[in-house]
């Protein structure tokens, strides 16, 4: 018998040999807490917070965003390049998600967060001493880089750290933080607002805090000296191309429904009669709540097929534009705009836990960064989809129909692969019967 040297595979494997585990495959989830170390509340808490940063970057900014064009009014094209100052971290976000997702599997995860958290936080507050248009635009570009490595990272140490119904909760939990800090960002921007539009920019030292977090509560996954001594395991792992195509795609349709509703109710409300900034800022919040209330549906529904789900939120997506399409007054739209939320509070969990399941840890951050590519896609395609539907068939009302005809569609989608899900389950119990 030949005995091959130590540390080498057989040849045609490409996979590692470790003398404690074997290495987890593309279709296995891995249980990545240490024997001595068990993810808890504690840390999902901490994963949880930063969450917020996600809805910063606009939330906070918005009530301020006219004081800010009086502010520059003598620069030209003030009112295209001022407002860039709240979207261009959205944009950089979707652009540099999936990079950050490669560097957290092929460096780690926890480092690369607390480091972009940090750099989060120095550029955030920048503005209130910085003066130079283009010096602000540019500490917002590195906000919204360093942000897409905080929501990449934080959502693939859930992952890591989490299985099952846990890891479904706590990706749950990051929706329904995101909508609730969004109410409280908007009231805490129009408060400093009120004393300068710089004071808002405050606001992103918070973010120190949830650093600190990260940095006592957490710890560095130890798959990741494995991926570290072993970097051909990074190159061999192959992403589920097909899958995650599909998956994202439907993310990115579903950020459109979503941010929809943030950003366009308050022209539907003033086509309604409601004219009131306080009034419309009032109802918005009011109407978001009901995604929150989506989440926490979805952790009781969460064993349900994903097909089941998809066909659920979408049906109530469905019903929730078309009553905002046909709505008369605004008790009516607002009750059609909480009937939508609800359903894109169901959604969003759902694409996200069907999306890290199954993963091996050599490429979950990678997924997780497209996964987060597409939710800012859509975010930044929604403004771009309403108004072209606006402009072709009249007006908001009629984008709000043109959402309902298409989430309907989505729903018939789902109601399909439902029904040929139920036949291969037939064709597995009976598979002599044709």
Same mark, same amino acid.
């Given at each position: ?63 301020? %965003?006219?004081?800010?064009? =009086? ?23 979707? %652009?540099?998600?999936?990079?950050? !997702? ?75 933080? =995101? ?33 600190? !977090? ?16 072993? &970097? ?22 579903? #950020? ?35 995604? &929150? ?52 509070? %169901? ?25 987060? #590519? ?35 569609? =989505? #729903? ?5 692969? %439902? ?5 291969? #389950? ?9």
């Amino acid at each position: 018998m030949v005995r091959r040297p130590a540390g080498k595979a057989h040849p045609g494997h490409a996979r590692r040999i470790t003398d404690r585990r074997p290495r987890p495959s593309p279709g296995r989830v891995f249980d990545v807490a240490s024997k001595s170390r068990t993810a808890g509340p504690a840390q999902g808490l901490a994963l949880l917070l930063p969450s917020t940063m996600s809805v910063m970057g606009v939330v906070v900014l918005a009530p301020v %965003l006219p004081q800010m064009l =009086a502010h520059f009014k003598d620069m030209p094209q003030a009112d295209y390049w001022v407002p860039m100052i709240l979207t261009t971290p959205a944009l950089c976000v979707a %652009l540099f998600s999936a990079p950050a !997702g490669w560097l957290a599997d092929r460096f780690g995860r926890r480092r690369l967060l607390m480091l972009s958290m940090l750099l989060y936080a120095v550029c955030g507050v920048a503005p209130l001493v910085l003066d130079d248009f283009r010096a602000i635009l540019a500490s917002r570009v590195v906000v919204g880089v360093t942000e897409a490595a905080v929501m990449t990272l934080t959502t693939t140490l859930i992952g890591d750290y989490f299985r099952g119904h846990q890891r479904e909760k706590w990706l749950a939990l990051q929706t329904a933080v =995101a909508s609730i800090s969004a109410v409280a960002l908007f009231v805490i921007g129009g408060a400093l607002g009120a004393i300068s539009w710089r004071a808002p920019f405050a606001v992103y030292a918070s973010s120190l805090l949830l650093l600190a !977090g990260i940095r006592f509560f957490t710890w560095e996954p130890e798959e990741t000296e494995d991926v570290l001594h072993h &970097p051909e395991a990074h190159r061999t792992v192959a992403l589920p191309w097909a899958r995650l195509g599909g998956i994202c795609a439907i993310t990115a349709f579903a #950020a459109v429904l979503f941010y929809t509703v943030q950003v366009d109710l308050s022209l539907a409300l003033t086509g309604r009669g409601v004219t009131d900034p306080a009034a419309i800022g009032g109802m918005t919040a009011a109407a978001s709540l009901a995604v &929150p209330v989506g989440t926490i549906a979805f952790q009781r529904l969460s064993g349900l097929p994903v097909a089941m789900l998809l066909l659920m939120a979408f049906a109530l997506c469905g019903a929730g534009f078309s009553g905002m399409a046909l709505a008369t007054g605004h008790g009516w739209l607002l009750a059609s705009v909480a009937l939508a939320q609800f359903g894109c509070g %169901l959604i969003l969990p759902t694409l996200l836990t069907w999306a890290l399941r199954g993963l091996a840890f050599e490429i979950r951050g990678r997924a997780t960064g497209l996964w987060q #590519a597409s939710f800012f896609v859509g975010q930044f395609l929604s403004a771009f989809v309403v108004t072209t539907l606006s402009h072709r068939f009249g007006d908001i009302f009629s984008a709000f129909l043109g959402l309902a005809i298409a989430s309907g569609i =989505a #729903a018939a989608l789902a109601l399909g692969g %439902l029904a040929l899900m139920g036949n291969r #389950a037939q064709e597995t119990i009976a598979p002599g019967v044709r």
